[in-house]
Every structure is written in C-alpha cells, then in structure tokens.
C-alpha cells in the first residue's frame, strides 16, 4: 500500500465558523489552528493547503481563565536598541479584540512559507455579524 499525497486539486475547501462566546482564548484558537492547517481531516499532507477557511465571530467575548489577562504580556521589539515593548491581555483587548485570536493561531501554524499562506484562510470578527454568508458555512463547536 503506498502513502496518499493530496494534490491541490484533490479537494475542495470548505468554510467553517466557530462561535468564541464565552470559550477560553487558547482552545479556540488549537481548533481553530487545526481546521486551518487540516489535520482534522483524513487527507492530510504536511507540505499542502489542506485546510478549511474558518471565521470566528463573537472575539470580543473570548476569555482567559485566571488573572490572565493582567498577568499575561505581549511582547515585540521596535528594531531599535532598548526598544522591547510589551502590553498586556486587557490592554490588547480593550484597543482590538480580534488581535488576540489572531496572535494565538498565528503562533499555532507554521513559520514557513505554507504557515504565511495559512494567514489568508481566517477571518475574526467581533460581534456575530460577517459578511460570508454567501459561502454557507458549517458550524463548529469547541
């Protein structure tokens, strides 16, 4: 028996959205993470977009659990010496509430040329408003 390969025309993409109401930060993102790069699905290949478009609505309402979201800090460097800058959970939360989600599955793909393809298959809204019906997409539960 040899091993399957998938091609990029051997499947069809399709969309799925996750509701993150009330769901902690970091299982939503692993899902999410998951469905993206297609390992929840039987033809899974390493070096291929196997994965399905995901929309996550309702970011604003994820939470973490603990005193998370003082305790945890962001960190990124300016470039410049002395120039690390950090912010907390709350503060990214109360200037964009998606930027969470999306700092949690970026650092769940890949850091590769397939991981910075992946970027282009999740959309984060905050409320449960998004423009993707016409897509029809599935529901997923965490």
Do not use: C
Request: aromatic content about 8%.
């Amino acid at each position: 028996m040899k091993t399957y390969s998938a091609k990029k025309g051997d499947f069809e993409k399709k969309w799925v959205i996750i509701d993150a109401s009330d769901q902690v930060l970091g299982r939503v993102a692993s899902k999410a993470a998951q469905i993206i790069r297609g390992k929840n699905k039987p033809i899974f290949t390493p070096h291929v977009d196997t994965g399905d478009n995901v929309i996550i609505i309702n970011a604003a309402k994820v939470r973490l659990t603990g005193k998370k979201w003082d305790d945890k800090i962001y960190y990124h460097h300016t470039g410049y010496p002395g120039g690390i800058k950090s912010t907390t959970a709350q503060q990214i939360r109360e200037k964009n509430p998606s930027n969470l989600l999306k700092k949690a599955i970026v650092g769940m793909l890949p850091k590769n040329r397939l991981g910075r393809s992946l970027h282009l298959n999740f959309r984060i809204y905050d409320n449960e408003q998004h423009p993707h019906v016409g897509q029809n997409p599935d529901t997923v539960t965490v």
